[in-house]
C-alpha cells in the first residue's frame, strides 16, 4: 500500500520533532539529487534533514529555492506499507529468529527501493516558466530520507517506511525549483494507486524468490497475504483499519457522494490518534503474548522458514565491535573474561546468516583486549620519574618494554643504545624551551645509564 501527501513546515519542523517520530529512528538518505550536493544515503542526521527541508544545502548554507515558510510545502511523505501478516511475522522473528526478520525488513527495503526509483524517473518533475510560458520538464532526481517503523498508531505490528522527498530539484538548466506533485496529490490517484501496486508487486516476487510462501488475497491488485499466518492473527492486530472502517460509515451517511478512495482518506485522517513514545520491548511482548493465544510462534516462524534461503554476508569491523563489547558485558566475572570466553560469547550472538569463522572473530576480539589494556596503561597517572621517561619513550618509537620493574639491570644493544640518546639529544637541543617530561627523561638517563667499557652495552636500573 502506498499513501502520498503534503508536509507543512510546521509539521515538519515542530510536530514531528516534538514526537521525534521521524527523527527517533535512523534512517537514511535516497535519490539521484545526493550526488549533486556531494551526500551519501549514510548522511542523514537531524541538522541535516532539517537543512533539506529548508530547502538548503547542509554543506554550504545555500539556498536552493525561496525561504520557506510557515505556509511552505518543505516535503512530501510517501508511505509503503507492507501486508499485515508479514508484519505480524517481523515482530516475533526479531525476538525468536533474527536472521529471518533481517531479511524481511530487506526485502520490504528492496521493494520500497524499487517503487522510489520508479517514481524518481517518471514521476519527479518540475514546471518551467520562459517567455510568459510554462512548461512541465521531467527532472529525474530528488532528495528523500527514508524512516522504517514497525508499529501503527495503535501499536500493532505494521513494517511501514516514510519517504519524505524534498520539495526541490536540479532543472536541466542547473537551477532549482519546487517539485510538481500535482499528479500524486490528486484525490483517488491512478498513479499512486498504481504504484502502490507495484510495491506489492516486487514484494510478492521478492518473498517468493525467497522462498516464502503466500495466499493471494486480490489477484487484481496484488494483495496477498503469507501462508502460514491465520487470518485470526491478522484480525487481531487490526486496530487501525477497524478504526478506519467504522470512521468510513459514518462518513457515507454525511457525505453519499463521496467516491470510496475519499472516503478511506478522510476516514484515515480524522480517525488518527496522536503518536505514542512508549517501551518497545514492552509493545512486542504484549503483542507475542496476544499473538500466543492464536498459534504457536515458534510452530509459525518454522513453517514461514522451512522454505526460506537466507543470505549470507559480511559483518563489517564497526557491528563485530559493537557484538564484542555486548558479549563483554555478559560476562560479569572478571576471571571468566578471557579471550576464548569473549569468542564463543560472540559466537553465539552473531546473526545466523553472517559469513565469519572462529579464528577471525578470536583475532579480533584478541585485538579489541590489547587496545584496552593499552588505554588503560595509557590512564594512570606518571607519578614517578621512572613513569615519565617510559612514557617519553614510547613517544620516541622506543619499546618501554625493556625497563624491567625491581633493582636488575638490563642490557641494551647497540641499536637501542644509540635510538634512546638521538632521541633524547635532539629533544633537548633542538627546543628553545624544553618540556618539563623532556628534562626528567634527560636526568634519568643521566643519571641511571653508564657505558660500560667492557661490554659496550648501555645499562638502565630502575629507580
Given at each position: 500500500m502506498l499513501s502520498v501527501k503534503k508536509l507543512s513546515m510546521g509539521q515538519a519542523s515542530t510536530y514531528y520533532s516534538k514526537d521525534n517520530y521521524y527523527t527517533k529512528t535512523v534512517g537514511e538518505l535516497y535519490g539521484k539529487g545526493l550526488e549533486n550536493l556531494g551526500?551519501?544515503?549514510?548522511?542523514?542526521s537531524h541538522k541535516?534533514?532539517?537543512n533539506l527541508l529548508k530547502a538548503t544545502n547542509p554543506r554550504t548554507g545555500e539556498l536552493f529555492t525561496?525561504?520557506?515558510t510557515k505556509k511552505s510545502v518543505p516535503a512530501f511523505d510517501l508511505t509503503f506499507t507492507a501486508p499485515k501478516s508479514l508484519s505480524v511475522v517481523l515482530e516475533a522473528a526479531v525476538k525468536y529468529d533474527k536472521s529471518l526478520a533481517s531479511t524481511l525488513e530487506n526485502i520490504h527495503d528492496k521493494a520500497v527501493n524499487s517503487t522510489l526509483q520508479m517514481i524518481e524517473k517518471e514521476h519527479i518533475k518540475t514546471r518551467v516558466t520562459k517567455n510568459k510560458?510554462?512548461?512541465?520538464?521531467?527532472?529525474?532526481n530528488m532528495i528523500a530520507s527514508k524512516f522504517q517503523h514497525d508499529t501503527s498508531r495503535e501499536l500493532d505490528p505494521l513494517i511501514h517506511t516514510h519517504c519524505v522527498v524534498m520539495n526541490f530539484t536540479k532543472g536541466n538548466d542547473g537551477k532549482y525549483r519546487t517539485l510538481d506533485m500535482s499528479s500524486l496529490l490528486k484525490p483517488g490517484s491512478p498513479i499512486v494507486k498504481n504504484l502502490g501496486k507495484y510495491y506489492r508487486q516486487v514484494l510478492k516476487q521478492e518473498l517468493q524468490k525467497a522462498g516464502v510462501e503466500i495466499r493471494v488475497t486480490d489477484q487484481k491488485e496484488n494483495f496477498f497475504e503469507l501462508k502460514e499466518v491465520k487470518k485470526e492473527v491478522i484480525d487481531e492486530f487490526s486496530k487501525r483499519r477497524k478504526q478506519v472502517k467504522k470512521e468510513v460509515e459514518k462518513l457515507k451517511k454525511k457525505y453519499p457522494n463521496m467516491s470510496e478512495t475519499q472516503l478511506y482518506q478522510t476516514a484515515t485522517t480524522n480517525s488518527r490518534n496522536a503518536k505514542k513514545d512508549v517501551d518497545r520491548d514492552k509493545v512486542r511482548e504484549d503483542n507475542l503474548k496476544?499473538?500466543?493465544k492464536y498459534v504457536n510462534i515458534e510452530d509459525m516462524l518454522s513453517k514461514v522458514k522451512q522454505n526460506v534461503k537466507i543470505p549470507t554476508q559480511n559483518?563489517?569491523?564497526k557491528s563485530l565491535t559493537k557484538i564484542i563489547k555486548k558479549a563483554e558485558t555478559q560476562i560479569t566475572n572478571k576471571h571468566h573474561n578471557t579471550v576464548d570466553n569473549v569468542t564463543d560469547k560472540v559466537i553465539t550472538l552473531l546473526p545466523d546468516n553472517v559469513n565469519v569463522d572462529i579464528e577471525t572473530v578470536r583475532e579480533v576480539v584478541k585485538i579489541s583486549k590489547e587496545l584496552q589494556k593499552f588505554k588503560k596503561e595509557e590512564l594512570k597517572p606518571l607519578r614517578t620519574m621512572h613513569d615519565v621517561a617510559k612514557s617519553q619513550l614510547k613517544k620516541t618509537r622506543f619499546n618501554a618494554s625493556v625497563l624491567h620493574k625491581g633493582n636488575r639491570l638490563k642490557k641494551l644493544n647497540k641499536t637501542q643504545k644509540e635510538e634512546i640518546r638521538e632521541n633524547v639529544n635532539s629533544r633537548t637541543k633542538s627546543r628553545a624551551k624544553t618540556s618539563d617530561a623532556d628534562k626528567v627523561t634527560k636526568r634519568y638517563f643521566t643519571k641511571y645509564a653508564r657505558d660500560s667499557k667492557e661490554t659496550r652495552g648501555v645499562y638502565f636500573r630502575d629507580s
Open positions: 551526500l551519501k544515503k549514510e548522511d542523514l541535516t534533514f532539517i525561496a525561504s520557506k510560458k510554462t512548461r512541465v520538464e521531467h527532472t529525474g496476544a499473538m500466543s559483518i563489517d569491523e
